[in-house]
């Protein structure tokens, strides 16, 4: 499951295997042997992956679906940690950026016929 996680989060960031290495001094080959299962980094870099794409080493290692440690835990200390805004944050990182978009956007329709019915 790393590597299918690996691949997934590094192309949701828009990232080439080269740009993603040349983050952490690696070579496009070595990303590349950590996608395809050939080749399997220590845990340090584990860790360092998580941090860099804010996810949980579990998520990354195939051990949970959450991308979060605990419920209402944010690795963003600036986010609040209401389930509300938990939920849409993982929704973001969950759906390509095409259906995150299509989201909000119905989001914001509902958002707008609740605020009509105020009216």
């Not at 998520?59 to 979060?68: A, D, E, H």
């Not at 419920?71 to 600036?78: F, L, V």
């Not at 940690?81 to 914001?108: C, D, G, H, T």
Request: glycine share 6%; no cysteine; charged share 35%.
């Amino acid at each position: 499951m790393f590597p299918k996680r690996l691949r997934e989060l590094r192309k949701r960031q828009g990232l080439t295997a080269k740009e993603f290495g040349s983050r952490f001094s690696l070579a496009e080959s070595t990303i590349s042997g950590y996608e395809t299962g050939a080749r399997k980094p220590d845990l340090e870099l584990i860790e360092k992956f998580a941090d860099y794409f804010e996810v949980s080493v579990d998520y990354l290692l195939g051990r949970s679906n959450s991308y979060i440690d605990q419920p209402g835990y944010s690795n963003d200390k600036n986010v609040s940690n209401e389930p509300e805004v938990q939920f849409i944050m993982r929704a973001k990182q969950e759906m390509s950026p095409k259906a995150y978009a299509k989201f909000l956007k119905l989001v914001e329709q509902a958002k707008e016929a609740f605020d009509d019915e105020e009216d």
